[in-house]
């Protein structure tokens, strides 16, 4: 099926392991980005790339790398887990960096850090 | 930085009652994009709007974006219990490709 798949879907680590949360898509989507999802915060931007090679910051990027060698996947390492990175980490992918067709979101990933 | 805000966080409504959950951005928006999260699932698309002014409608649902290009709106006429789940506006600052969200409104409904 089209879309975005991450993996894993659940996952619970303890701290100050390291860990690379999976997200590929096949729409052939030049944008992909990371966000976390915390309750009552909406979801707040981690990384975003605008084409392999590419990435940059986004709002809350500390504790999180990421890398683009291809089109296709756009991983998200954890360095050193920590208790306040517990959260729901959605990827999401769109045509262009503007979303004009809107964003396309994973179906998540649940974290917990403990 | 950006900042878009929701309100409000919660709204509780009798079936078959409309609402209208608002944002406000503190900059001006090249775009604003209106996301659904159905609980325990993940964010859909639903629109876009672009232009000042602009106003759609997908059924019963109507979205507008102010004329300043700061603030949108979403109606829900005669609310259905399909309709439950968190409402989130989004929008792109101008050259920017950071989509910034808001903290999104909880609809629950009554039957």
């Known amino acids: 099926n089209a879309g975005v798949t991450q993996t894993p879907k659940f996952q619970v680590l303890k701290t100050g392991q390291s860990m690379t949360l999976q997200c590929a898509q096949d729409m052939n989507h030049e944008y992909m980005s990371w966000y976390r999802q915390d309750p009552g915060m909406g979801l707040r931007l981690i990384h975003y790339s605008v084409g392999a090679g590419i990435t940059d910051q986004g709002e809350v990027p500390n504790g999180y790398n990421v890398s683009r060698s291809t089109t296709e996947d756009f991983p998200l390492r954890l360095l050193s887990a920590a208790p306040s990175q517990t959260s729901v980490y959605f990827c999401?992918?769109?045509?262009?960096?503007?979303?004009?067709?809107?964003?396309?979101f994973g179906s998540g990933t649940r974290l917990t850090v403990v | 930085g950006q900042q878009v805000m929701q309100i409000p966080q919660y709204q509780h409504v009798q079936e078959g009652e409309d609402f209208t959950t608002y944002c406000n951005s503190s900059?001006?928006?090249?775009?604003i994009q209106w996301y659904k999260q159905r609980p325990g699932g993940h964010p859909v698309f639903l629109i876009q709007?672009?232009?000042?002014?602009e106003v759609k409608k997908q059924k019963r649902l109507t979205f507008q974006f102010g004329e300043a290009k700061k603030n949108s709106s979403l109606h829900i006429t005669a609310t259905q219990t399909t309709d439950v789940g968190t409402y989130f506006c989004a929008g792109h600052k101008g050259g920017d490709y950071k989509l910034s969200f808001g903290a999104g409104t909880t609809v629950t409904v009554r039957a």
């Open positions: 709007l672009v232009k000042s002014g």
């Open positions: 999401a992918s769109s045509y262009s960096g503007t979303g004009r067709n809107g964003y396309t």
């Open positions: 900059t001006t928006l090249s775009n």
